[in-house]
């Protein structure tokens, strides 16, 4: 069973930068999408981003010129880096897997990593 | 950007009742539509993709249809298990996005 683990720090300062990783257990990173998604009360849920296995990425518009997401295949882990964070990057972020056999929708997820944006 | 509005925001209905909710979209997204359950503290768990098609072990009772515009979740008889957080989930276009979400709470 593919199991997702979110790791980094919960509190990070404004114009700081957010780090998180995610750790993936019972499976390969290869063959699949890779995907932060992250959920607040005020914007609901957002795509961030994703890497594939091949290294090629995309980001959300809104967020690209703040955002880094890589792998690490030897690891079988991915990382979600946002710079310059504000209050408005507080969120509970999700790391996600998207592959053919879901047709490219997110079917395993992570619990989910509270972060906070506070000085 | 593509947006998904859902409605109602919350449904409130009994065990053994139907539940209809709708998700629609300000483009047209083909059948690029999947229906996501959450309940609190969870993350979001896959119940249809591609419109009409269940996931692994979803229950008969989940269905889904619509293309285009205009899609539907059906829960044909509510379990107590099935009281959550339902979200639409488009990727005809990126940044793909989500719907608000539509609540299903116990009358």
């Known amino acids: 069973q593919v199991q997702l683990q979110e790791s980094g720090p919960g509190l990070v300062k404004p114009s700081e930068t957010l780090s998180l990783t995610c750790t993936v257990s019972?499976?390969?990173?290869?063959?699949?999408?890779w995907s932060w998604i992250r959920q607040s009360p005020g914007k609901g849920l957002e795509w961030i981003g994703y890497?594939?296995?091949?290294?090629?990425?995309d980001f959300n518009p809104s967020l690209r010129s703040r955002v880094t997401i890589s792998r690490d295949s030897s690891k079988n882990q991915f990382s979600l880096k946002v710079k310059s964070v504000t209050a408005a990057d507080t969120a509970l972020y999700y790391c996600?897997?998207?592959?053919?056999?879901?047709?490219?929708?997110?079917?395993?997820w992570g619990q989910g990593a509270l972060v906070t944006v506070s000085s | 950007e593509i947006v998904l509005t859902q409605s109602p925001a919350t449904l409130s209905l009994s065990p053994g009742e139907r539940a209809t909710l709708s998700c629609r979209a300000s483009?047209?997204?083909?059948?690029?539509l999947a229906w996501y359950q959450q309940k609190p503290g969870q993350a979001p768990r896959l119940l249809i993709y591609?419109?009409?098609n269940r996931a692994a072990g979803i229950p008969a009772r989940f269905s889904g249809s619509g293309s285009g515009t205009d899609f539907t979740l059906t829960i044909s008889s509510l379990e107590p298990e099935d009281f959550a957080l339902y979200l639409c989930?488009?990727?005809?276009?990126?940044?793909?996005?989500f719907g608000g979400g539509t609540k299903v709470e116990i009358k």
């Open positions: 483009q047209s997204i083909t059948s690029y």
């Open positions: 591609d419109a009409t």
């Open positions: 989930l488009q990727r005809s276009g990126w940044p793909h996005t």
């Open positions: 890497v594939h296995y091949t290294g090629s990425t």
């Open positions: 019972g499976g390969s990173i290869s063959g699949y999408y």
């Open positions: 996600a897997r998207s592959g053919d056999d879901s047709r490219g929708y997110p079917d395993y």
